[in-house]
């Protein structure tokens, strides 16, 4: 198992790494951070060397962690080449969801194995236990080399690893990006027709809150097919041509996304109705003739 971590990069995700992977017992090499007051913290915190930037004196680490935004994820392993700060045989990943591990190619020119390792979770607050990660799941892509001590990482923060295609990462991140942020939006859209309706965000909020929770666990348990209810599954054709009369009113980007959404449900509807895809189609006519 590998012992020694480097660290490139203190935003949240970083610093949150090197708390969480000191208290499981790796040893932090180094944290690299242009904020002064980060790199004092984390210092501190767990006892790591830290630099304001890649430099040839960097301690050696059997990992190197990539914390970075993805716009300078392989600029910081075009650094860490230049700078000799690779042996063979160190893992260098990174946290990107969205990026894949070629973005770090550039390393194995100095015969390193690439890789990235994202947690499929949300990072906010300042506040961080130390089952922060507990039950997260963790993707992995890369190196078969670099997978199995990911994977003891992974695990010793109580997350769940699982691996992916490195071609095929970009849906990996498409689907996180659907289930988190455009649930998001979702919601807001919602609040906001309720806001037309006159009723204020805080009870809209209270409102939406059971309807909100029994989808989730219906969806949780039942899957998404057969937990979909309402006009569109049932072929409502007069609910939905009312629906779009009056949200035409507030505007087209609020009619076009009601419609895309429409859309994709009759999508879904099929699935779970297959004796009623007919009856869908006319469905679809309605929400792309709003388009």
Do not use: W
């Not at 198992?1 to 040893?27: N, Q």
């Not at 990943?93 to 990235?116: M, N």
Request: glycine letters at 8%; a negative charge; one cysteine or more.
């Amino acid at each position: 198992m590998p012992e020694s971590i480097g660290i490139i990069g203190a935003g949240k995700v970083g610093s949150i790494l090197a708390l969480l992977l000191k208290e499981t017992g790796y040893t932090i090499s180094f944290i690299v951070s242009s904020s002064e007051e980060k790199r004092k913290v984390l210092s501190e915190a767990t006892g790591a060397l830290t630099f304001s930037q890649i430099v040839k004196d960097l301690p050696r680490a059997d990992i190197i962690l990539i914390t970075t935004p993805d716009g300078v994820v392989a600029d910081m392993a075009k650094k860490l080449v230049e700078n000799h700060c690779l042996s063979p045989g160190t893992i260098v990943a990174h946290t990107s969801g969205s990026l894949s591990s070629q973005e770090l190619h550039e390393v194995k020119s100095k015969d390193a194995f690439i890789a990235s390792i994202h947690p499929l979770k949300s990072f906010t607050g300042n506040k961080v236990p130390g089952d922060f990660l507990n039950g997260v799941y963790f993707a992995l892509e890369g190196d078969e080399e670099s997978l199995q001590p990911l994977k003891e990482l992974a695990i010793s923060l109580g997350g769940k690893p699982f691996t992916i295609k490195t071609e095929q990462k970009i849906f990996y991140h498409a689907a996180a990006v659907v289930a988190c942020n455009y649930l998001v939006s979702l919601n807001h859209y919602a609040v906001y027709l309720l806001n037309e309706a006159g009723v204020s965000e805080k009870e809209a909020l209270n409102l939406l809150e059971p309807l909100i929770i029994g989808t989730l666990k219906n969806i949780l348990t039942y899957g998404p097919v057969d937990s979909l209810t309402g006009p569109v599954e049932r072929c409502d054709i007069k609910t939905l041509q009312s629906h779009l009369q009056e949200i035409e009113k507030l505007g087209s980007l609020e009619k076009s996304f009601y419609s895309i959404l429409g859309l994709y449900t009759a999508k879904v509807a099929a699935e779970k109705n297959t004796d009623l895809r007919e009856s869908y189609i006319k469905v679809k006519k309605l929400f792309e003739e709003a388009l």
